[in-house]
């Protein structure tokens, strides 16, 4: 049995993407409404939130997704994605709503355990925010969001190691910045993730789960452009160690995703 504080990789280490548990959202009230008095105009920030899409808009489009262990593996390959997005009205209610789907085929690589192609991996990811603040240049929000990325390493890597499925969900305390031209900018702090491994499928005794406690993101999504309304985004996310199930752990670890939407 490996030592403790070293991560055991019963036949193909895959601590493989991150990504839904549970957590507490931001409240916050409008400071102002989309009216104004007869003759006077709205704020920049009003009038991108007046214009905006129906209630409900989707988008579609590619992009890579790129999972790293530094030094032990990584995951890596192209990405389609959709994303729904939904301005609900009533009081009370989040400001905005959005649900982004993933789903791309991956090629592992690692020293230790070799190689291992057309990797299946499926994402998702909701968000619920309320609005803190608006004014002239943006609009502020907070909230939550929940993410969930399931692998399916099963097979036989170059070297003869097996793999296994996994699935990860966290959940984050977001901000965002929207500013006047429909741009987001949002941070999250890691509320509590979870990884689940499913090792027999390795021919390991059991199965095994981990907490994570730690952890940030980083995303950043462009208002759309040109007549096809493109949407170029990234999602940077960082996850320190977790805790341990018997001798196992997951390691700390980085995602990256980056791609482009076009409005439908």
Not at 158 to 179: C, F, I, M, N, P
Not at 227 to 249: E, K
Request: hydrophobic content about 40%; aromatic content about 8%; some cysteine.
């Amino acid at each position: 049995m490996p030592p403790a504080h070293h991560c055991p990789r019963p036949r193909l280490p895959t601590r493989c993407a991150t990504s839904l548990s549970m957590g507490l959202a931001f409240f916050g009230a409008p400071v102002w409404a989309q009216t104004a008095p007869p003759g006077e105009p709205l704020p920049d920030a009003a009038v991108a939130m007046a214009s905006a899409p129906a209630a409900w808009a989707s988008a579609g489009g590619l992009g890579v997704f790129h999972y790293t262990e530094p030094g032990v593996m990584r995951l890596t390959g192209p990405e389609a994605s959709w994303q729904l997005r939904h301005r609900p009205t009533p009081l009370g209610w989040p400001d905005s709503v959005q649900l982004d789907l993933g789903a791309a085929s991956l090629a592992y690589s690692s020293k230790g355990t070799g190689t291992l192609h057309a990797v299946p991996a499926l994402s998702g990811r909701g968000t619920a925010l309320w609005r803190l603040q608006a004014n002239e240049d943006a609009i502020w929000r907070a909230g939550l969001q929940l993410d969930m990325v399931w692998t399916d390493l099963r097979g036989t890597s170059s070297t003869g190691h097996r793999g296994y499925r996994r699935l990860g969900s966290k959940a984050w305390a977001v901000l965002q910045r929207e500013d006047a031209s429909g741009a987001r900018t949002e941070i999250g702090a890691l509320l509590q993730g979870r990884q689940d491994s499913w090792l027999t499928d390795a021919g390991q005794p059991r199965d095994i789960t981990n907490t994570q406690r730690r952890g940030v993101y980083l995303a950043y999504q462009h208002h759309a452009m040109g007549a096809l309304s493109l949407r170029p985004w990234l999602r940077y996310s960082q996850i320190g160690n977790s805790t341990y199930d018997g001798p196992y752990f997951e390691p700390r670890n980085r995602t990256v995703q980056v791609g482009a939407l076009i409005d439908w």
